[in-house]
């Protein structure tokens, strides 16, 4: 047959068209099966990270420590100062410091234990008016719960199952904790005494030469925004800390410079520290303080300090820099205190950022990593001028 006759190229026609429809119907195909790995990978990772936690959770809080310390380690290494021993230095250092510090406020800290008994019967003596409408209506489920007794015949046996104390569930937090940061900073130690090696390894695992310079620019941009955004967080906590207790002091509360430490870690929990702080210093402050609105003025100036801090201070230093969204700040903290509990709302905004950075680097990605992202603060003023216009 003539390749140039109608039916020629009707045929010929009637093939492209079926060859373009089978090649698009592989490629979505394609993508409904990456897809699916994407989504069980993602269960996959979620299982291994909560069923994992005692192994992964340490070893992910040393990985960061790492990232976090990194840029010392350099800077340490300009002087000559070889990467095991300038790892050495530091997180030995570090480790001190912490041991250091959890042992001068233990003293406080047992103490406030011992007389917890006695702080809870003075916050029931204070609390004496708000308990007589509670007590009424125990007095009447008492009564009811009676009545229901007295209809039933046949006599059911009650299971008491004994609670461990306080103390026992405060140690053994305490030994699980220790060991975590135990693993942790010997996870950070063997990361940092390698120096380049990592870097080494990940650049000789890329085929392609913009492959190895992408991989090296995402572990450098990791490294420089953890690094940064840990290191003034710490910065700005350690400031806040000496503001509490200066208020503390000034407001004649026991234990200044222990609850200017607890201002101090707490702050590093998103959202929640700075209510957990406050609630704790406003129910230790109603059995020291003489009237009621003495002990509500303590919580108040607590709250009131790390409010301004979160709201204006650290968006201010940090938000030229790095900005995240508010609300994939609340998810992160969510799912990771799910998973892993306070550590896990620890580690939740360094994650948060490793994963942003990723994102910007990564063309898949960019759209996520958008949504990640937050507005800055000249971004804000650029808005509300034009509004105000």
Known sequence: MDSSTPEASAIRSRFTESTSRDSADTQSTVKAIYRVLVAISLMLGANLVYFGRDLVMPLILGFLLALTLSPVVRLLARFRIPSPIAASMIVVSAGAVILLGTYSLSGSL???????????????????????????????????????????NEEDSTVVVEQPSIITSAASTLATSATTFAIALFMALFVLSTGTLFHEKLIALMPVLS???????????????????????TVINACLGLVVGLLMYALNMSNPVMWGVVAMCLNFLPFIGAIIGAVTVGLVAMTSMDSIGAALLIPAAYYGSSVIEGSLITPYIIGHRLSLNI??????VTIWSWLWGMPGALMAVPILIVVKVICDHVQGWAAFGHFLEGRSTWESERVDQTTSK
């Open 327 to 332: 609300v994939a700040v609340f998810l992160s």
């Open 110 to 152: 047992s103490e406030m234990m011992d007389s917890a008994p006695e702080i809870r019967d003075r916050i029931e003596l204070r609390l004496q008016d708000l308990q007589k409408p509670i007590e009424s209506v125990e007095q009447a489920s008492d009564e009811l719960g009676s009545l229901v007794e007295s209809m039933n």
């Open 211 to 233: 492959e190895k310079k992408k991989a090296l620019r995402i572990v450098y941009d990791v490294e420089s925004q953890v690094s940064r955004y840990l290191l003034t967080i």
